[in-house]
């Protein structure tokens, strides 16, 4: 037996099944999956890290899709705050690393 205690996919139980092993699972509550959640993304983008893989890049788009939704946060609003802050503040296409700041 193997333990996970962590977030999965919807469909991940029935392709367990498929190879003919079980698993048990439950329904969390709101608090819990928020918690989840918020741990499945830092798995994610340390998976992405590790690997530079785009397959773990969309893992992370996509909790962060499911963090949307939970915080009832349409795609179109999430895209006028991206793009709010990227009037305000710029984007990353500069490379620029700030290396100090100095007082006065």
Do not use: H, W
Request: charge should be negative; glycine fraction near 4%.
């Amino acid at each position: 037996m193997l333990i996970f205690n962590k977030l999965i996919r919807d469909k991940v139980p029935d392709l367990i099944k498929k190879q003919g092993k079980s698993c048990n699972t439950k329904v969390l509550n709101e608090t819990e999956y928020l918690r989840y959640l918020n741990l499945k993304l830092k798995e994610e983008m340390d998976e992405y890290y590790e690997s530079q893989n785009p397959d773990d890049l969309a893992d992370v788009v996509e909790v962060i899709y499911a963090l949307l939704k939970f915080r009832e946060i349409s795609l179109e609003e999430f895209e006028t705050i991206r793009k709010t802050k990227l009037e305000t503040n710029g984007g990353f296409d500069g490379r620029v690393l700030l290396l100090e700041v100095y007082e006065g």
